[in-house]
């Protein structure tokens, strides 16, 4: 399976294509964060790693990580995604499987558990994953060292400041960081500098280049991170 990292027993990174999913098994079922582009046979994949049965919890609700939602049953997400989710709905994909997790709910899984943090910015509606025993954060697309997309419906510059506001003043409880794009493990060091640059991009001091692909915006990029972005 290349494109399976095990991390640790009961925790799985799940490569395609540039994103990723993270499968954590627990005491008597799993639970598969987001579900990529949906070129992947995910389900069989899933299964050949854990017998438990596993629901899906989505970060967000962009398409590269809905793609298999189609193939899980019980699926996850912050309520302000549905609207999106609703209205680009992956095939196969029925929204009486979804389920909304709160801000502060907790994801008992006996060995883990992960507390769900709002975070809108990215998305309207995007979470982190919080386990603090162990001291490590899902963060989805908000902390990563990758592009992060800042263009678009839904997308708030303001908002997602302050999200990077909150998770600082919340680091003392982890220390590693599982981005969905980009490097990982990152560490909490790093969410300064996304800070800094997203605060230098809205004065007007990040050089604009070109996007890596056609899209309606430009790319900026600060020491630790990539913005793509559209000024009004």
């Known amino acids: 399976m290349d494109n399976v990292i095990k991390i640790s027993d009961h925790f799985w990174i799940i490569e395609e294509n540039g994103v990723r999913s993270f499968l954590v098994e627990g005491d008597e079922r799993a639970m598969l964060i987001d579900t990529g582009f ?3 046979q995910l389900r069989e ?6 017998d438990m049965p596993v629901f899906v919890v989505n970060t967000h609700t962009d398409k590269d990580h809905t793609g298999c939602n189609r193939d899980f049953k019980s699926v996850y997400m912050h309520p302000a995604e549905m609207d999106h989710y609703k209205n680009a709905l992956p095939d196969g994909c029925h929204m009486e499987d979804v389920s909304p997790v709160w801000e502060g709910d907790i994801v008992d899984l006996g060995f883990w558990k ?6 809108p910015g990215h998305t309207p509606g995007s979470i982190m994953l919080l386990e603090r025993e162990k001291r490590m954060l899902i963060s989805g697309d908000t902390i990563q060292d990758g592009n992060i997309f800042m263009f678009g419906a839904g997308r708030d510059i303001r908002a997602f400041q302050c999200s990077l506001r909150k998770m600082l ?4 409880a982890f220390d590693t960081i599982w981005p969905s794009h980009g490097s990982y493990p990152l560490t909490k060091d790093i969410i300064p500098g996304i800070l800094q640059g997203s605060e230098d991009l809205m004065a007007g001091k990040l050089s604009e280049q070109e996007p890596p692909w056609p899209m309606p915006c430009k790319k900026y990029v600060c ?3 990539g913005f793509l972005y559209q000024f009004d």
């Open 38 to 40: 949906g070129t992947l």
């Open 45 to 50: 994949l899933v299964t050949e790693l854990t």
């Open 114 to 119: 992960f507390e769900v943090i709002l975070t």
């Open 169 to 172: 003043d919340m680091s003392d």
């Open 223 to 225: 020491d630790v991170v």
